[in-house]
């Protein structure tokens, strides 16, 4: 089957996107990407009379090869129509000259619903593609976030369920009690003994189980991936880097065809490529700045071309980015290499084999010229939440809050005037504790009070699905050891 995907470790590989999104990772292990990513171009000027989901049609194109534009524009409508409390899906926010980008109006309040709302519609028609009537398991390790726009996004569909992994402990009550809460019939939620990596880790190796999933085909059933090494999850937020700048212009901030640079709070690196895509298609962008919480592998990995995961794990204020293999690297070093996939697979064997690896200069450049990149500790973001509050009179959360400070740090050292838009991935109201702590110097022991202080203090309304919360009982978690998920997908096939 050709199209215009290849593996990242395997150029022989040729796949559509349809293919791509319901595979979610490539044989070997490699990672879909476009060919060649820089062959399309999108009009600026066009996108200046376009709606947020036109704009969506016009990018989508330019990814889902072998999908007719009625198909996407169906995908797209189903997907974005009542289902956020904004009209456009996102909002750019300008307070002063800091201009953030909420991307978290959606259903479960975090920017992940963008790509997630969308999907299940993309795997939908991609299924209807292939004739394909077998069941899909869809494995999801979570940080947090994906977990339960995954499950928001695929519950009660058809022919599909969704198992996901949370890091035991180490996400937020809130996020925790958002996925126990799930009430859809296909949804399965367990705590993992482990970290995010853990689980990452976890599900990767069973999709490159080549005798269970032998066992899985005989039974009809695929399993596939919601995590953003699935392409699909990617290409919907190219979107709002496009809807951003229009906006920017619309707003007489800019004008069309001037820079701007984006912040980008990261963990695993999906965010932010989709950023790099963007500027590949032709969107005026200067710099790409990766922030990062105390798990600092990015910032180490920008700045000197070593990416090392031998370092300690730290649980943050931001768990959503407490990450330190950060998969989407992988499809930036098949851009920074010239494709060359035989040198991927090197870099990633590498990894794999001793935690590390490092670029050579003419790669390291590469990089090093798009990106730049800082960290910040706890203390650094409750801080800069406070600082921010003060001068503003609006709360933002933790991931925000790494990524305003770092946008801080870069302007200090650079001096750079360009507008600057800063990515704001989640709503504070689900990080309520420490949110109120930053602002209010007040240590709450019960979210629910929390929450109603965000409220009192100045906050928007409640997120609805957040206030629903705030009756349920205390569930608990089924816990799950790192060698049992295969055990766990068995015991759904019955
Ligand atoms: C997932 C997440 C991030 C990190 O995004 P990546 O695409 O994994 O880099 C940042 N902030 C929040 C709130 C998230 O949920």
């Given amino acids: 089957m050709t199209g215009n995907y290849t593996s990242t470790r395997n150029n022989e590989v040729s796949s559509t996107f349809s293919n791509a999104v ?50 996407i524009k169906q995908c797209i409508h189903s997907a974005y129509t009542n289902t956020f409390d904004t009209e456009d899906v996102v909002k750019l926010n300008s307070l002063d000259d800091i201009h953030l980008l909420e991307l978290y109006h959606g259903p479960t309040s975090a920017f992940k619903d963008v790509a997630l709302q969308l999907l299940p519609f993309l795997m939908k028609v991609a299924k209807r593609k292939h004739q394909i009537i077998d069941d899909f398991y869809i494995l999801t390790a979570t940080s947090g976030d994906t977990g339960k726009a995954a499950l928001e996004g695929f519950k009660n569909i058809d022919g599909i369920k969704v198992i996901c992994l949370y890091p035991n402990q180490l996400v937020s009550n809130i996020q925790e009690k958002q996925m126990l809460s799930t009430n859809g019939n296909n949804t399965y939620v367990y705590a993992v003994k482990g970290n995010f990596d853990d689980c990452q880790r976890m599900v ?74 963007a500027k590949c298609l032709g969107l005026p962008i200067h710099q790409l700045i990766c922030a990062s919480n105390k798990n600092d592998v990015l910032t180490e990995f920008i700045r000197t071309g070593t990416y090392n995961r031998n370092r300690e794990f730290h649980k943050t204020i931001s768990p959503s980015m407490d990450i330190l293999v950060s998969s989407n690297v992988e499809r930036y070093l098949y851009e920074c290499t010239h494709h060359n996939t035989s040198r991927v ?53 933790p ?19 360009t507008p600057t838009v800063i990515l704001s991935t989640a709503s504070c109201y689900k990080f309520p504790v420490d949110v109120v702590e930053s602002i209010l110097g007040i240590k709450c022991s019960n979210e629910n009070e929390a929450i109603l202080l965000l409220k009192q203090n100045g906050m928007e309304k409640i997120p609805s699905n957040i206030e629903n919360l705030l009756n349920d009982k205390i569930l608990l978690p089924k816990i799950m050891k790192q060698d049992e998920l295969k055990e766990k997908i068995i015991e759904r096939m019955e």
């Avoid at 009009?43 to 090869?65: G, R």
């Fill in 399 to 417: 991931h925000t809050a790494v990524a305003l400070n770092s946008y801080h740090q870069y302007k200090e050292e650079f001096n750079d005037e």
């Fill in 345 to 397: 697979l090197e870099l990633m064997n590498q990894l794999s084999e001793n935690g590390n690896y490092s670029l050579n200069t003419l790669e390291f450049d590469e990089l090093s010229s798009l990106f730049k990149a800082y960290a910040c500790d706890d203390m650094q973001t409750r801080k800069t939440i406070q600082k921010w509050f003060n001068q503003s009179n609006h709360i933002i959360d």
């Fill in 204 to 277: 990767k190796e069973v999709f490159n189980d080549i005798e269970f999933n032998q066992l899985c085909h005989e039974k009809h059933i695929q399993l596939t991936s919601a995590n953003s090494i699935n392409i699909g999850r990617l290409c919907p937020q190219v979107v709002y880097y496009f809807y951003a700048y229009i906006q920017l212009v619309k707003e007489n901030k800019i004008k069309l065809n001037d820079e701007v640079n984006f912040v980008v709070p990261t963990g695993n690196f999906g965010n932010i490529l989709a950023g790099y895509y």
């Fill in 22 to 71: 319901l595979l979610g990772i490539s044989e070997s292990g490699g990672l879909f990407v476009p060919k060649d990513i820089h062959h399309y171009k999108i009009s600026l000027d066009h996108l200046l009379s376009q709606s947020y989901q036109e704009m969506a049609s016009t990018i989508l194109k330019c990814f889902a090869d072998d999908f007719e534009i009625e198909e």
